[in-house]
């Protein structure tokens, strides 16, 4: 099992990485939690899984978009645990706009933190996962890493990046006893989503209930949100010795979208 292993989610103050950790933290897995968002409630979410799962939950607040902390991140948790065995690079935001209106920033900011970020964490979580002979690194990457909407030029190209970094050190450390895989999941009801239900409203001028019929679950067979359990269940599987022949793959938990 997994109990006594340690896991940094990056982004796990909300949504999926939040589900994540404590998906995580059940099995056993002691924790290093990382996002933004008020300091009272993550000292409640982080006390809370460490109560709940009577495990090890420490937080670092690496903003994504900056290398040297993301560094420091992992060398915290190395510092406070004495070991890094998984890694789940899942901090993530979105922007919908036309590309000809696509703020410059914006895009920056989206590759900074949805691509960039994971290559930081990466960088600095291989020697140590090296020298354990052993590591687990877990991309929350997207259906947008396959395939692409309009309107999310700067998340679809980190997402579609997402997966070649993935791909690219699963081949040069393979023989490390490190796996690198991502996740690509289709609509999963987050505040993220929630956020682009309101901007893809405003770029298409429909309602707010059209979007989620017409738009979102339009893209989902299933007709249905992707659930953070479905999720979970196959980032635990990834994390185990079970998953250890999966190595650079980019496995689809998106009710079909990806097939049409
Ligand atoms: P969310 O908005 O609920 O959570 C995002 C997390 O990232 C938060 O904890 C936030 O604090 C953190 N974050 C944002 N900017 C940061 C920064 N600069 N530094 C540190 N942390 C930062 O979003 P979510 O829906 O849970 O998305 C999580 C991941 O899953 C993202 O990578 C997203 O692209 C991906 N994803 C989401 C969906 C979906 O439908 N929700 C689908 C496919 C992929």
């Given at each position: 099992?997994?109990?006594?292993?340690?896991?940094?989610?990056?982004?796990?103050?909300?949504?999926?990485?939040?589900?994540?950790?404590?998906?995580?933290?059940?099995?056993?897995v002691?924790?290093?939690?990382?996002?933004?968002?008020?300091?009272?409630?993550?000292?409640?979410e982080?006390?809370?899984?460490?109560?709940?799962?009577g495990v090890?939950?420490r937080?670092?607040?690496?903003?994504?978009?900056?290398?040297?902390?993301?560094?420091?991140?992992?060398?915290?948790?190395?510092?406070?645990?004495?070991r890094?065995?998984?890694?789940?690079?899942?901090?993530?935001?979105q922007?919908?706009?036309?590309?000809?209106?696509?703020?410059?920033?914006?895009?920056?900011?989206?590759?900074?933190?949805?691509?960039?970020?994971?290559?930081?964490?990466?960088?600095?979580?291989?020697?140590?996962?090296?020298?354990?002979?052993?590591?687990?690194?877990?991309?929350?990457?997207?259906?947008?890493?396959?395939?692409?909407?309009?309107?999310?030029?700067?998340?679809?190209?980190?997402?579609?990046?997402?997966?070649?970094?993935?791909?690219?050190?699963?081949?040069?450390?393979?023989?490390?006893?490190?796996?690198?895989?991502?996740?690509?999941?289709?609509?999963?009801?987050?505040?993220?989503?929630?956020?682009?239900?309101?901007d893809?409203?405003?770029?298409?001028?429909?309602?707010?209930?059209?979007?989620?019929r017409?738009?979102?679950?339009?893209?989902?067979?299933?007709?249905?949100?992707?659930?953070?359990?479905?999720?979970?269940?196959?980032?635990?599987?990834?994390?185990?010795?079970?998953?250890?022949s999966?190595?650079?793959?980019?496995?689809?938990?998106?009710?079909?979208?990806?097939?049409?």
């Amino acid at each position: 099992g997994l109990k006594g292993h340690v896991a940094i989610v990056t982004g796990s103050t909300s949504g999926i990485g939040l589900a994540m950790a404590g998906a995580l933290a059940a099995e056993g897995v002691n924790l290093v939690i990382n996002g933004l968002g008020d300091p009272a409630a993550i000292e409640t979410e982080r006390a809370g899984l460490a109560q709940k799962h009577g495990v090890e939950v420490r937080y670092h607040g690496a903003d994504m978009t900056k290398g040297d902390q993301i560094a420091d991140m992992v060398a915290f948790a190395e510092k406070e645990f004495g070991r890094l065995d998984i890694l789940v690079n899942n901090a993530g935001i979105q922007f919908v706009s036309p590309i000809e209106a696509f703020p410059v920033e914006k895009w920056d900011q989206i590759i900074a933190i949805n691509l960039t970020s994971a290559f930081h964490a990466i960088r600095a979580a291989t020697p140590g996962m090296k020298k354990a002979g052993r590591g687990r690194i877990i991309n929350i990457a997207s259906a947008h890493g396959l395939v692409a909407s309009p309107f999310k030029s700067a998340y679809v190209a980190a997402k579609h990046g997402i997966l070649g970094l993935t791909k690219t050190v699963a081949l040069e450390l393979a023989e490390a006893g490190i796996t690198a895989n991502s996740i690509c999941p289709g609509y999963v009801h987050t505040p993220l989503v929630d956020g682009q239900i309101k901007d893809t409203a405003k770029a298409r001028g429909m309602s707010e209930d059209e979007v989620v019929r017409n738009v979102i679950l339009a893209a989902q067979p299933t007709k249905k949100f992707v659930t953070f359990d479905q999720l979970a269940g196959l980032l635990l599987y990834l994390a185990s010795d079970m998953g250890a022949s999966v190595n650079g793959a980019a496995l689809s938990v998106d009710g079909g979208w990806t097939a049409g």
